[in-house]
């Protein structure tokens, strides 16, 4: 397409119309990043391949240091004996049986207490007799030399019955010669000294146990005088039998009330029905029970009966009457000395009546003197009852007094007793113990002249000192990692801005120098649709591919796989800060993209520092700056490459005194507007985001930015705060690019293309989010 046929800004291009401006390829909440310090496996191998030399110059300095001071260390001899200390047959567990007294069960044994063993051995009083006889041939030895700088070692062999004692010196002939008096000293000490002291220990229980035996006795005594004294066996079953005897008490009692009750209101009713006193009833019972009173009683009545039956015939005045009066008469005196024998009294004073009882008022007078006679007997049961309930009262609230007394002079009678016994016990463990260590210690394993020095170990302390030098390197290493706040790798770029990798830009040493445009040109690619023509420029070549010409091929085919359904038309090249290379990427994509049949503009707008005249050998008297504030037309200023068919530059031109505010114009808005219609791809090279508003401006009308990240200048914080700028603006974020990749091959090409393009799931991800955005 030719520059002076530009079309208008209305019309669609070669596929309709233009594409608006993207939100952001972010989700709505953007992931957390993981905390920069924390370093996976891969990350952990790339820092120690990156920082081999440091490593490797620690550990050598640390494993050289530690090799000079072994081998300037003088050779140390050791030796050692071993010491049986107690007996390895099954005697002596037998003998330790005997020690045995029932109820006490921490009689001491004839089990050794060997850390309490190691420190006597090791005292001063122990070791003196032993360092006289070292000093007569080495004076220089001291206690202190030889126990307090613990050339002396004494330890117990794992958990057998064995002392081992080693010691380490200078001399290998001072070394046996002063184990040797060692082990003298501790046999003697073994055969004298500890007999001794148990001997002391039995005297001392023999002189303590008469003490004891008298104080047992005493409170046995007084315990049997204090039972027999309250009549007590057991305070604990003596109090239940006293509980159950007042509840028995109290249950006779009530029995007791119940049954006066009762016979109390029968006698009532027997004394209303009767109307007889219990005297009366008692005197009536009686006298119908005397056979005398009753026959003269009947003869009496059948003398009324026939007196009755005579008046009515005769006259009080007739024999037959008085004859009958004068029996009557008789009869009277007789059956008063009659009831005088029975009853003890005369009819009239114990209220009797001459009549004849019937049964029924015979067998109701007799219930009414038993309920009489059972109410008293009732009565007098029941102060007994109250009697026995008062003694039993009084000797229960006696009973925790006697409890009391009873468990002060049981318990003094216990200690006492467990006193004695464990008195007893300990004089049978001591003679036992004396008897088990009648013979001395037994040396098993006698001290030698050492032949060869156990320090220091050479070889084992190369070997840790090339082990700890490691380790150091390694810290040293990460130390310096974290202060190195670079990136490295591509991948560390990936993963820290969790952004797709669209491109890996080898490392250049030609591109420190401005290429000019021909040499450019004849290291890219020709474009897929170019054939042969008469009068070409140029004559057709073969292409020769390189890492560096493939790189940016690779970059722009993974853009166009973003935007494959949906085009990408215009693109933000940028970064975080100066010198990561952004300008030259600008340059390269846009070439590699106009060599694939693409037309592409490429606008230098970086009004601050512009460098894409410089990279490509262009004029920049007219650019971008004076169609903005100028009258200048974007024809007159757009500058096309001699050697390329689709390629057009816009330069920066003459620097204004306020980019941001021409970049920011409704006029940039409109230039934008035409350059999307026209071309087919348009990237802008705009400032650094990081301080400057410029490219988040322009940004924010494209289809999204690349962010170029240097290798080994970009600072990752720097990054992420681009990153987050760009958030804030809207503006969408493509993916970034790794620049300066060292170690760069066709080997390690094909590995980028493979691990860090773009994946088909993010691809897939980017073209429903445009697809949906569009829609």
């Known amino acids: 397409m030719e520059m002076g046929n530009i079309q208008d800004p209305l019309l669609p291009n070669g596929n309709g119309k233009r594409l608006p401006s993207m939100p952001l390829i972010y989700p709505t909440k953007p992931p957390e990043n993981p905390d920069d310090d924390d370093l996976n496996l891969r990350q952990l191998l790339t820092v120690f391949k990156r920082r081999a030399l440091v490593i490797a110059g620690v550990a050598i300095a640390v494993t050289s240091g530690i090799g000079f001071w072994s081998f300037r260390q003088e050779p140390k001899y050791e030796s050692r004996f071993q010491l049986l200390v107690e007996p390895v047959t099954a005697e002596g567990g037998k003998l330790n049986k005997l020690a045995q007294v029932p109820g006490v069960t921490d009689v001491p044994y004839s089990v050794l207490d060997y850390d309490t063993q190691i420190q006597v051995l090791r005292s001063p009083n122990l070791m003196s007799p032993i360092l006289k006889e070292i000093q007569k041939r080495y004076p220089d030895v001291s206690y202190d030399s030889l126990i307090t700088s613990t050339k002396l070692k004494i330890g117990r062999l794992e958990e057998t019955k064995i002392l081992e004692v080693r010691y380490r010196d200078t001399d290998a002939k001072k070394v046996r010669e002063i184990l040797h008096q060692v082990a003298r000293g501790y046999l003697r000490y073994s055969l004298q000294e500890r007999q001794m002291n148990l001997k002391k220990g039995i005297e001392f229980v023999d002189s303590q146990l008469p003490q004891l035996r008298l104080r047992v006795d005493k409170l046995q005594a007084d315990l049997q005088a204090f039972r027999q004294r309250n009549e007590l066996l057991d305070p604990e079953s003596q109090s239940q039998q006293l509980a159950m005897r007042v509840n028995t008490i109290e249950q006779q009692q009530v029995d007791t009330q119940v049954k006066i009750r009762e016979n109390q209101s029968l006698y009532a009713t027997l004394t209303s029905q009767l109307g007889l006193q219990p005297e009366q009833a008692i005197a009536t019972t009686s006298l119908s029970e005397a056979p005398r009173y009753q026959q003269l009683l009947n003869q009496l009545q059948e003398i009324e009966a026939k007196i009755a039956k005579e008046s009515a015939r005769f006259t009080e005045d007739s024999p037959t009457i008085v004859a009958l009066r004068n029996q009557q008469r008789n009869l009277l005196p007789l059956l008063e000395q009659e009831s005088q024998k029975v009853i003890g009294t005369n009819l009239q004073q114990a209220g009797v009546t001459n009549d004849s009882p019937s049964s029924i008022r015979n067998q109701l ?277 001699p050697m390329w068919d689709h390629l057009y530059v816009l330069t920066a031109g003459q620097l204004p005194p306020d980019p941001t505010r021409l970049l920011s114009s409704k006029k940039m808005l409109y230039l934008m507007e035409q350059f999307h219609a026209v071309f087919d791809l348009v990237i802008y090279d705009t400032p650094p985001v990081l301080g400057l508003a410029d490219g988040q401006l322009l940004a924010a009308h494209t289809n999204g930015v690349v962010m170029v990240g240097g290798l080994g200048k970009t600072d990752r914080s720097m990054m992420m705060q681009s990153l987050d700028r760009l958030r804030i603006s809207n503006a969408t974020v493509l993916g970034v690019v790794a620049n300066g990749v060292k170690g760069y091959t066709t080997q390690s090409y094909y590995h980028y293309q493979h691990y860090y393009a773009p994946t088909e799931s993010e691809v897939m991800k980017a073209k429903k989010l445009l697809q949906k955005r569009m829609g």
């Open 365 to 641: 007078s007799q219930q009414l003197v038993d309920a009489a006679n059972q109410i008293q007997v009732l009565q007098m049961r029941q102060k007994a009852i109250a009697q026995a309930e008062r003694l039993l009262n009084q000797q229960v609230r006696q009973m925790p007094v006697v409890a009391r007394q009873y468990t002060d002079l049981q318990r003094e009678l216990n200690v006492a007793t467990e006193s004695l016994n464990r008195f007893l016990g300990v004089r049978e463990g001591l003679q036992i113990e004396v008897a088990q260590k009648s013979l001395p210690w037994e040396i098993i394993l006698k001290p030698e002249v050492p032949k060869f020095p156990v320090s220091p170990n050479n070889e084992r302390n190369l070997i840790l000192g090339a082990i700890a030098g490691l380790l150091l390197g390694t810290v040293v290493a990460l130390m310096v990692e974290r202060l190195d706040n670079v990136f490295h790798s591509p991948d560390e770029l990936k993963d820290r801005t969790k952004l797709p990798l669209l491109g890996v830009i080898p490392y250049s040493k030609q591109l420190k120098e401005i290429m000019p445009a021909a040499t450019l040109a004849d290291k890219m690619p020709e474009p897929e649709d170019a054939t042969p023509k008469k009068g070409n420029r140029r004559q057709p070549q073969w292409y020769k591919a390189s890492p560096f010409l493939e790189s940016f091929r690779s970059l722009h085919t993974n853009i166009r796989f973003l935007g494959s359904d949906t085009p990408i038309h215009s693109i933000v090249i940028s970064s975080a800060t100066p010198g990561d290379g952004k300008s030259t990427v600008s340059v390269h994509l846009a070439q590699a993209a106009a060599a694939m049949g693409q037309r592409v503009l490429l606008v230098d707008a970086d009004l601050r520092l512009p460098q894409v005249h410089k990279v490509l050998g262009l004029e920049n008297q007219i650019g971008l700056s004076n169609v903005i504030a100028t009258g200048c037309t974007a024809k007159q200023a757009i500058q096309r490459l």
